[in-house]
């Protein structure tokens, strides 16, 4: 997963990173405030592949976003057939 769409909606958003922690405590009603997920949010920003998927998902929800998982549709088909003994 690469970076840089999150941080083009960073941009986009006009925030900075402690902006997006200070949202990111918002979406996980802790309280704890900004400064306790700067350094998660920062991290995230570099290298989302090392973060938690509950980091992503929260930090997605927090820049007004959505995941949308689609499943491709697979469909098994059974072909009448005939068995010939040799």
């Known amino acids: 997963m690469e970076a840089k769409p ?3 909606r960073l941009k986009d958003l006009g925030w900075t990173p402690y902006r997006l922690a200070q949202e990111l405590d918002k979406v996980r ?3 704890k405030g900004a ?3 700067t350094s998660t949010v920062v991290k995230f920003l570099e290298n989302p592949n090392n973060s938690r998927t509950i980091t992503l998902l929260d930090l ?3 820049m007004d976003g959505e ?6 549709v697979k ?3 059974t072909v009448d057939h ?3 003994k040799i």
């Open 6 to 8: 999150f941080n083009n």
């Open 29 to 31: 009603q802790t309280k």
């Open 35 to 37: 400064g306790n997920y």
């Open 60 to 62: 997605v929800k927090a």
């Open 67 to 72: 995941i949308v998982i689609r499943w491709k």
């Open 75 to 77: 469909k098994e088909v």
């Open 82 to 84: 005939q068995e010939v």
